[in-house]
């Protein structure tokens, strides 16, 4: 075990990827800078300005570009530096990436990890600080991951540059700088597995990115009261590991899903629906969700604090539902 | 070129009877840019296309039948049956695909180019778009990063006169294509699209030039529509070309009037793309519609 950070993990996994193939480049605005968390720094002075590519602000164009480099047989690394600006290159994700293979009977692949960041907490306001998985969830085609621990960002990142569908690859700004334990070694982690990372016989709460750790919070603090959590992170939500939470519920009997999204229309949406399809008669309550208000995400601090879902809103609903 | 006329004239009256489906956008008349693009290629060249994407696919060597049966939804399609008519994939023989988002297949094919530089090659990229392109942001983008990289790739402008179903002149005010690009340090050139010989030469010279590395260009062909945007489209933004004319602009009949072809070498030529349409339609109505599990398979790779 070391101590580390899940950016240093991140950077780690890029170093590992490029220097393992030549194939593999990275490409986005600032990244031969290192970008603005630095999560791509280094790479240019070991690999050169040729796989290491600064692009303008076109995030159009660029995924385009990676897109196509992708279909010509090379492994790109897209990193688009806000998932807010995803809205720029979802024509692009949406209507090319997604499709390709699909439309083309087969002959085409697009090996392409798309590396972005989402999250609030940091006063970013309220076109710097969204989760807007969901969106991406939605489209057939796509696999979305979204890693929550330093643990296994880097096995996880491993996985989405080896695989050969588009990937849409969510960090996290608050998870960062976190210092945490990390295996010396650590080992590729398969997308569509998820982790139980504290196991409990009253309630399952799966909750996803930097909810993964409050949920472990709220495990904390429901263990005071008696009620023992089991918690689940998915880790990646295409393709979804159902099988692991519905059998988790069915000895719980209980679920909370939990996210930094806004609720409405968000991914614990299809959990709930997924979970009380496959185990409606093990449910002893009604499945709770936690997410964000339907607001934008506001920049002043109180109104900020207060609109972030954390560990009191897993633990209220968790314990609302053994009440 | 008559491969091309006669395939979209057939697949204009299959429309009719519900043979083909989805949206068909034709390329009568448009025969020259194809022809005078495509048949330099090699088969590693990585050519996108857009909506209208018929002749360029039959240019770059897409076998007819597979073609056909594609626009027929079936089995032996190019695609399987999955794509259609918008979006003809034929990965042998170098056509990575057409796009029905106007467009969105330019920055894909700068892509394709970067790849074949990373990786040490020669190929050219090549994307056919539309002057109704030219407005989207994706081109601005693109043609940015293109000049900026100094990329490998031919830029074709098929440039018609009219964006879906209204003409140039309703979009922006910048008349000619090649003047949109001109601060990016392109090398750009203006030519008469159904002047097969005059593309030939144009878009040889560039691609001797890009094969040697050099990049990127423009090459603008003005051509004309015949038919409307869409099959079923009734036109009626514009005035039918008067037959006098048409004699005139028809790249084929041009073609054949420059001396450049045998009068019974034309002749020829048309019969034998006649009967291989015919065949086409044959091999295509013959073949199966798709098992229904193939969406399941196709949806993400293995």
Same mark, same amino acid.
Request: aromatic content about 6%.
């Given at each position: 075990?070391?101590?580390?950070t899940?950016?240093?993990?991140i950077? *780690?996994?890029?170093?590992d990827?490029m220097?393992?193939?030549e194939?593999v480049f990275?490409? *986005?605005e600032d990244v031969?800078?290192g970008?603005?968390?630095?999560?791509?720094?280094g790479?240019?002075e070991e690999?050169?300005v040729e796989?290491?590519?600064?692009?303008p602000?076109?995030?159009?164009?660029?995924?385009?570009v990676?897109?196509?480099a992708?279909q010509?047989g090379?492994?790109?690394v897209?990193?688009?530096m806000?998932?807010d600006f995803?809205?720029l290159?979802?024509?692009?994700?949406?209507?090319?990436?997604?499709?390709? &293979?699909?439309?083309?009977?087969?002959?085409?692949t697009?090996p392409?990890?798309v590396?972005t960041?989402?999250?609030a907490?940091q006063?970013?306001?309220?076109? #710097?600080?969204?989760?807007?998985?969901?969106?991406?969830t &939605?489209?057939?085609?796509l696999?979305v991951?979204?890693?929550s621990?330093a643990?296994?960002?880097?096995?996880l990142?491993a996985?989405?540059?080896?695989d050969p569908?588009?990937?849409?690859?969510i960090?996290?700004?608050t998870l960062?700088?976190?210092?945490?334990?990390?295996?010396d070694?650590? $080992?590729?982690v398969?997308?569509g597995r998820a982790?139980?990372?504290?196991?409990?016989?009253?309630?399952?709460?799966?909750?996803l990115?930097?909810l993964v750790?409050?949920g472990?919070a709220?495990?904390d603090?429901l263990?005071g009261?008696?009620?023992?959590?089991?918690v689940?992170?998915?880790?990646?939500?295409v393709?979804l590991?159902?099988?692991t939470?519905?059998e988790?519920v069915r000895?719980?009997n209980?679920?909370?899903?939990a996210?930094?999204?806004v609720e #409405?229309?968000?991914f614990?949406a $299809?959990v709930?629906a997924?979970?009380?399809?496959?185990?409606?008669?093990?449910?002893?309550?009604?499945?709770?969700?936690?997410g964000?208000?339907?607001?934008?995400?506001?920049?002043t601090?109180?109104?900020?604090?207060?609109?972030?879902?954390g560990?009191?809103?897993?633990?209220?609903?968790?314990?609302?539902?053994?009440? | 070129?008559?491969?091309i006329?006669h395939?979209?004239e057939?697949?204009?009256?299959?429309?009719r009877a519900d043979?083909?489906?989805?949206?068909?956008h034709?390329?009568?008349?448009q025969e020259?840019?194809?022809?005078?693009? =495509?048949?330099?290629?090699?088969?590693?060249d990585?050519v996108?296309s857009?909506?209208?994407a018929h002749?360029?696919a039959i240019?770059?060597g897409?076998?007819l039948?597979?073609v056909?049966?594609?626009?027929m939804g079936?089995d032996g399609?190019? =695609?399987?049956?999955?794509?259609?008519?918008?979006?003809?994939?034929?990965?042998?023989h170098?056509l990575?695909?057409?796009?029905?988002v106007v467009?969105g297949?330019?920055?894909m094919?700068?892509?394709?180019?970067?790849?074949?530089r990373?990786a040490g090659g020669d190929?050219?990229?090549?994307v056919?778009f539309?002057d109704?392109?030219v407005?989207?942001?994706?081109f601005?983008?693109?043609?940015?990063l293109?000049?900026?990289?100094?990329?490998?790739?031919?830029?074709v =402008?098929?440039?018609?006169?009219?964006?879906?179903f209204?003409?140039?002149?309703?979009?922006?005010?910048?008349?000619?294509v090649?003047?949109?690009?001109?601060?990016y340090?392109l090398?750009?050139?203006t030519?008469?699209?159904?002047?097969?010989?005059?593309?030939?030469?144009?878009?040889?010279g560039?691609?001797a030039?890009?094969?040697g590395g050099?990049?990127?260009f423009?090459l603008?062909c003005?051509?004309?529509?015949?038919?409307g945007?869409?099959?079923g489209d009734?036109?009626?933004?514009?005035e039918?070309i008067?037959?006098?004319?048409?004699?005139?602009?028809?790249?084929i009949?041009r073609?054949q009037?420059?001396?450049?072809i045998?009068?019974d070498?034309a002749?020829a030529a048309?019969?034998?793309?006649?009967?291989?349409?015919?065949e086409?339609?044959?091999?295509?109505?013959e073949s199966p519609?798709?098992?229904?599990s193939l969406?399941?398979?196709?949806?993400y790779?293995?």
């Amino acid at each position: 075990m070391s101590r580390t950070t899940y950016l240093q993990q991140i950077n *780690g996994a890029l170093f590992d990827a490029m220097r393992a193939d030549e194939r593999v480049f990275v490409i *986005g605005e600032d990244v031969a800078e290192g970008g603005p968390y630095t999560a791509t720094a280094g790479l240019a002075e070991e690999f050169g300005v040729e796989r290491v590519i600064n692009t303008p602000i076109s995030e159009a164009a660029i995924s385009g570009v990676a897109i196509g480099a992708a279909q010509s047989g090379r492994r790109p690394v897209l990193e688009i530096m806000f998932i807010d600006f995803v809205t720029l290159a979802l024509d692009q994700l949406v209507n090319q990436a997604a499709k390709a &293979h699909f439309m083309s009977g087969g002959q085409l692949t697009v090996p392409l990890v798309v590396r972005t960041q989402g999250g609030a907490g940091q006063r970013g306001g309220a076109q #710097h600080s969204q989760s807007l998985e969901s969106w991406l969830t &939605h489209i057939p085609g796509l696999k979305v991951v979204m890693p929550s621990r330093a643990a296994d960002v880097r096995g996880l990142l491993a996985s989405a540059i080896a695989d050969p569908n588009p990937v849409v690859f969510i960090e996290n700004k608050t998870l960062y700088f976190r210092r945490e334990d990390v295996p010396d070694d650590p $080992e590729p982690v398969p997308i569509g597995r998820a982790n139980t990372l504290r196991e409990g016989r009253d309630v399952t709460i799966v909750a996803l990115s930097r909810l993964v750790s409050e949920g472990l919070a709220a495990a904390d603090r429901l263990a005071g009261d008696g009620v023992e959590a089991e918690v689940l992170d998915p880790r990646t939500l295409v393709p979804l590991d159902l099988e692991t939470i519905v059998e988790s519920v069915r000895r719980t009997n209980r679920l909370v899903v939990a996210h930094e999204a806004v609720e #409405h229309g968000g991914f614990g949406a $299809e959990v709930a629906a997924a979970v009380q399809a496959a185990a409606f008669d093990y449910l002893d309550a009604p499945i709770e969700r936690v997410g964000a208000p339907f607001t934008p995400v506001p920049l002043t601090p109180p109104l900020e604090d207060a609109y972030l879902p954390g560990a009191e809103e897993i633990y209220a609903a968790a314990l609302g539902m053994l009440g | 070129m008559w491969r091309i006329r006669h395939f979209e004239e057939r697949v204009g009256q299959l429309k009719r009877a519900d043979e083909v489906y989805g949206l068909i956008h034709l390329s009568v008349g448009q025969e020259g840019v194809a022809a005078g693009v =495509c048949t330099q290629l090699r088969d590693d060249d990585p050519v996108y296309s857009g909506h209208r994407a018929h002749g360029h696919a039959i240019a770059k060597g897409a076998p007819l039948e597979r073609v056909m049966a594609e626009l027929m939804g079936r089995d032996g399609g190019l =695609c399987r049956g999955l794509g259609g008519s918008m979006h003809l994939v034929d990965v042998e023989h170098g056509l990575l695909g057409a796009t029905g988002v106007v467009g969105g297949n330019i920055p894909m094919a700068l892509g394709s180019a970067l790849a074949a530089r990373l990786a040490g090659g020669d190929q050219v990229a090549v994307v056919f778009f539309g002057d109704g392109a030219v407005q989207a942001g994706h081109f601005n983008e693109s043609v940015n990063l293109a000049s900026l990289w100094e990329l490998p790739v031919v830029l074709v =402008c098929e440039n018609n006169g009219f964006a879906e179903f209204t003409p140039r002149s309703a979009h922006t005010k910048v008349e000619r294509v090649s003047d949109v690009v001109a601060p990016y340090d392109l090398t750009r050139e203006t030519v008469d699209g159904n002047d097969v010989a005059a593309v030939w030469e144009t878009f040889g010279g560039f691609l001797a030039a890009a094969r040697g590395g050099a990049g990127p260009f423009l090459l603008e062909c003005l051509t004309y529509r015949l038919r409307g945007h869409y099959e079923g489209d009734p036109a009626k933004y514009r005035e039918a070309i008067a037959d006098a004319d048409w004699q005139e602009k028809d790249p084929i009949l041009r073609l054949q009037r420059s001396g450049l072809i045998e009068a019974d070498e034309a002749a020829a030529a048309e019969q034998a793309a006649r009967d291989e349409v015919e065949e086409a339609v044959r091999f295509a109505r013959e073949s199966p519609y798709p098992a229904s599990s193939l969406s399941d398979e196709l949806t993400y790779a293995t």
